[in-house]
Each structure stands twice: as structure tokens, then as C-alpha cells.
């Protein structure tokens, strides 16, 4: 690989009887003068560096004088040893201080000494040394690999559209605005218009990773004013078509992550479930059984914290679709129920007691948009840039999006989802 490293940790420790160099940062060091000990670590692990006069060389031995978090690398043997951990040891040849610390850490690696999440996120660079947010974005790597491998068995094109728009997509509201050169400009709050726009244009079925920004003055465990979603729209389908594809999307996620890190993600926060299928219940439903439980919700209400954690409780199912939503409480781009328009083909993806995804069949006739832009007071004037779309031969289509943070949120049974970004972007935080 290179000359201060020819192995990962994890790979090193099943190359007993060779020749490895592994580079990382001294986890801990211990001298007891003609024995040393460093546990190294990096991204797969921690190894154990023994070094004991005799067998390893004087000038070596003297060579090795270590703080906790130095950066180092050791070349040497792998050796089997009961009492080591993982029963192998590195006895080394050559050693390379790469770094030293050269002030007191604000944040302890190791996770003894534990830190308030403001001064881990102060210094984020040292606080991903941790193993559990080194896990946390192990996983949302997976997980993001694992969106983009179904998608594309499924047929999905992945298109990138710009971050920074001309006109507030969703209406103006809590929008971070910019100037761009001598024009006004807004951060997006949704790639909605644009990945229905790549259907229109003919693409029919197109996935997207992206950045979108709300500025809403909120201060939860559950928000963040910048998160990335994972949307995907589709032509010549309903809302029933997008729960299936979002089923085995999500479904899909989960198993890999489970496949690849729940042997480390499960001793931590617990079983990985992955069920054959998720259940779709009826809003009304839903709001039937909040009402029998105790708890009071009327029908057109939205369900707050409290009434989703109930749910949970409720239906003890870890992930579920609720569907046929009021039309009022929706999206005014959400299709409505031909048969009962006050009902809507909208829907939402449950985990754990939160919201990680929503979407909907969308209105793909500019008259019915114009009809359900007056129903709620607004001018479709207003919102042309987005109408005139569909003036141009628009297919019936649908699509949903999902919150990649609240998705890893819940999984790895995070109580804020600050801890599942890497550098958060919330009402006060803008650095580092």
C-alpha cells in the first residue's frame, strides 16, 4: 500500500508468521522499562505492539517513547499470543513516529473520560477516533452504497442537479437566500421540481443523493437546518409503485447493513431487524387506534413526536407505511383520491417510532395544480416556474425521499441526530 503502511489492522491480524507495517494512532502505551506495549489503532482496529528487550532490537527499544495519540507506524512480524487481544501480537523491526500530540486533547478517544456533544462536535476531527461515531459513519456508508446498488438493479438513472436555485420550490418559507451576483438566490429546499423534471424530460426512472437546506428556527434532537436525502422519482407509476420500490430499497439497507456491520453495530445498540415485509396501514386507521389507546388525535391532525412513539408501542412494528393521508395536511403536488379527494396518495415510511421518508403520486396535470394551489390560498401565478412543467406532456409519477441521518438516527439508536452528521448543520453551529 504504502511504506508506513502495508496492511489495515484487521487484515494484518490474519497474516500470522508475516512480514506487515501498520500505520495509526497510539490507542495506549505502556513502559515498564525492558517491556513496552502499544496498542495501535485504525479505521478496522486495534493491535497489539509488543516489545521486549531480547527479542526485539536495544535501539529500538529505547527508540519507542509514545503519548496516546501520536501517529506511528510498525514494522514487524504477526506472532500468535493467547493473551493479546484477538490472540495475535506485532513484534516490530522498524518504527516511524509520523506526529506527535502537542497539547491536552479536549476529547478522549478512547471513550473513558466522556464529553459533552458540543465539545466533540467543537472537534470533530478528534472525536471520530471514537468507536462509536467511527461506527455511526461506517454505517451511513453502507447504507448510502446500499440505496445506490438496489436502485440501479431496479433501473434507476443517478442524476446531480444544483443545490442553488432562482425561486423557493416549496413556496418561500424557511429558505436560506444568497446573493448570486446581481440576482437573488436560494439554497434548495428539495430537488422535488428537478427530479420530476428529469421524468418529464424522459429518463422515467432517476435516483439522487443530495444536500437541501431548510432554515427553520428549530432546536430538536430530530432536525437539522442542512441533511442529505435520498430521493428517486419514477414515470408511469402511483404511489403503490413507490411503497414497493421504497420496501425494497429500505429492506435492502438494512440487510447489508446488518450483513456487514451488525456483528459490530448489535453489541451496541441492539438487534438489527430486517422483515420480510413492512405493513401498510390507512391513516384513519392509525388515528382510530391512537383514539382507543387514550391518546387524542382528530382525523386531519398530523401526528406529532408523542403520537408516532406511540404508534410504536402500539403496532410494535419497526418499520411501517402510512397511507392515504388527508389532502389538506399534505403537499399541495400530492394526487388526489379520485374517488374520495379528500384523501390523498401520500404516504410515509415509519422506523422505530420516526418519520425517515415520505413521498407521494404527484399531480401531473397543470389544472388540478392550479386547483389545489387556490384551495389553499395561494396564486398559481406564484408558482409558474413549477406549473409550466406540465404544460409540456407530463407522465403520471411518483416518488419519495429519504432522510439519510434519521434513517442512521434510528438505526444505531442515536438520541440526536447531530451524531449522525458528520460536521451538523443546526440554528448556531457553522463550524468546523
Known amino acids: 500500500m504504502t511504506k508506513n503502511r502495508t496492511h489495515y489492522v484487521k487484515d494484518a491480524k490474519k497474516a500470522v508468521g508475516q512480514k506487515v507495517t501498520v500505520g495509526g494512532w497510539v490507542h495506549d502505551f505502556r513502559d515498564l522499562g525492558k517491556l513496552k506495549f502499544v496498542l495501535l489503532r485504525d479505521i478496522t482496529g486495534i493491535i497489539q505492539v509488543t516489545m521486549k528487550k531480547g527479542v526485539v532490537s536495544d535501539a529500538l527499544l529505547a527508540a519507542v517513547k509514545l503519548n496516546k495519540e501520536d501517529v506511528a507506524s510498525f514494522g514487524g512480524t504477526i506472532k500468535e499470543n493467547k493473551i493479546a487481544p484477538d490472540g495475535v501480537e506485532l513484534v516490530p523491526d522498524s518504527f516511524e513516529l509520523l506526529n506527535q500530540v502537542e497539547r491536552k486533547l479536549p476529547v478522549d478517544p478512547t471513550g473513558v473520560v466522556p464529553s459533552e456533544i458540543d465539545i466533540r462536535l467543537d472537534h ?170 387514550g391518546m387524542e388525535m382528530k382525523h386531519g391532525w398530523d401526528f406529532t413526536r408523542e403520537a408516532e412513539k406511540k404508534l410504536h408501542e402500539l403496532l410494535g412494528d419497526e418499520l411501517y407505511f402510512i397511507y392515504d393521508w388527508p389532502t389538506e395536511v399534505r403537499a399541495f403536488y400530492s394526487m388526489p383520491n379520485a374517488n374520495n379527494p379528500k384523501l390523498c396518495h401520500a404516504f410515509d415510511l415509519m422506523y422505530r417510532g420516526l418519520e425517515i421518508s415520505s413521498g407521494a403520486k404527484r399531480i401531473h396535470l397543470p389544472a388540478m395544480l392550479e386547483d389545489q394551489l387556490r384551495k389553499r390560498g395561494l396564486d398559481p401565478h406564484n408558482f409558474e416556474f413549477y406549473i409550466s412543467a406540465f404544460r409540456m406532456g407530463a407522465p403520471p409519477h411518483a416518488g419519495w425521499s429519504i432522510g439519510l441521518e434519521r434513517f442512521v438516527m434510528k438505526l444505531c439508536k442515536q438520541e440526536n441526530i447531530r451524531e449522525c452528521m458528520m460536521f451538523p448543520r443546526d440554528r448556531t453551529r457553522l463550524m468546523p
Open 124 to 293: 470533530r476531527y478528534i472525536d471520530l477516533r471514537r468507536k462509536e461515531p467511527s461506527l455511526i459513519f461506517r454505517t451511513k456508508s453502507a447504507a448510502v452504497r446500499a440505496f445506490r446498488e438496489k436502485l440501479t438493479q431496479l433501473g434507476f438513472t443517478e442524476i446531480q442537479t444544483s443545490a442553488i436555485t432562482g425561486a423557493a420550490t416549496e413556496g418561500g418559507a424557511d429558505v436560506f437566500q444568497l446573493q448570486y451576483f446581481e440576482n437573488k438566490a436560494y439554497l434548495v429546499q428539495s430537488p422535488q421540481l428537478y427530479k420530476q423534471m428529469a421524468v418529464i424530460g424522459g429518463f422515467d426512472r432517476v435516483m439522487m443523493t443530495v444536500p437541501v437546506f431548510r432554515a427553520e428556527k428549530h432546536n430538536t434532537t430530530s432536525h437539522l437546518n442542512e441533511i442529505t436525502q435520498m430521493d428517486i422519482e419514477m414515470g408511469f407509476a402511483d404511489h403503490n409503485d413507490a411503497m414497493d420500490v421504497l420496501e425494497t430499497t429500505a429492506l435492502h439497507m438494512l440487510a447489508t447493513v446488518k450483513k456487514e456491520l451488525g456483528g459490530e453495530i448489535e453489541p451496541l445498540w441492539g438487534e438489527i431487524v430486517v422483515p420480510q415485509k413492512i405493513p401498510r396501514y390507512a391513516y384513519g386507521e392509525l388515528v382510530d387506534k391512537l383514539n382507543a389507546s
